[in-house]
T-cell receptor, first 117, second 112 residues
């Protein structure tokens, strides 16, 4: 149980285009979903937190107009990288939590590798 | 604000030997602590978590970790390494909110 999927698993796009990444909780309803970014050989950095039906909360330094997050249902959150540039190339990982509390387990997706040419 | 330091970016052990991964944290309030494992091309999987109950926490795959407040540590151990333990391991901390702060990760390789 508690499986989270991401689609696509990898994507290559041209500079200036937008890319949408989907995160789905397959067998549970996620009150809260999180989006992380992971650079090579580095740790995960939280980008934003989204709760179903409300606006996402972005971490300091994350451009909310560049990284659009939508949490339309209890099983789906999307991250859209708008006007992507090479510096946006990274590994994007989502996680989902049943209740979003500090001790609740976050279940992670397998990640999406974005390469911007 | 909380933070995590993982000592050693890479650990190499022989099959059957003890695995010890070190994690120290800083937190202004009693923390909640987690260990996650990431296998190649897979998402992070929870190994175990400390939520202010027993200080010795047992997790999956034979791993355990001990919360030591006096040392602000939460080291992960496994008595006998298996080849399947080769992966990236992350220590993480959260405080009163839900946000996880991750350490830089430790890559474990297991020698036959």
């Amino acid at each position: 149980g508690a499986v989270v999927s991401q689609h696509p698993s990898w994507v290559i796009c041209k500079s200036g285009t937008s890319v949408k990444i989907e995160c789905r909780s397959l067998d549970f309803q996620a009150t809260t979903m999180f989006w992380y970014r992971q650079f090579p050989k580095q740790s995960l950095m939280l980008m934003a937190t989204s709760n179903e039906g409300s606006k996402a909360t972005y971490e300091q330094g994350v451009e909310k107009d560049k990284f659009l997050i939508n949490h339309a249902s209890l099983t789906l959150s999307t991250l859209t990288v708008t006007s992507a540039h090479p510096e946006d190339s990274s590994f994007y990982i989502c996680s989902a939590s049943l209740a979003g509390g500090p001790t609740d387990t976050q279940y992670f997706g397998p990640g999406t590798r974005l390469t911007v040419l | 604000a909380q933070s995590v330091t993982q000592l050693g970016s890479h650990v190499s052990v022989s099959e059957g030997a003890l695995v010890l991964l070190r994690c120290n944290y800083s937190s202004s309030v009693p923390p909640y602590l987690f260990w996650y494992v990431q296998y190649p091309n897979q998402g992070l999987q929870l190994l175990l978590k400390y939520t202010s109950a027993a200080t010795l926490v047992k997790g999956i795959n034979g791993f355990e970790a001990e919360f030591k407040k006096s040392e602000t540590s939460f080291h992960l151990t496994k008595p006998s390494a298996h080849m399947s333990d080769a992966a990236e391991y992350f220590c993480a901390v959260s405080e009163l909110d839900y946000k996880l702060s991750f350490g830089a990760g430790t890559t474990v390789t297991v020698r036959a």
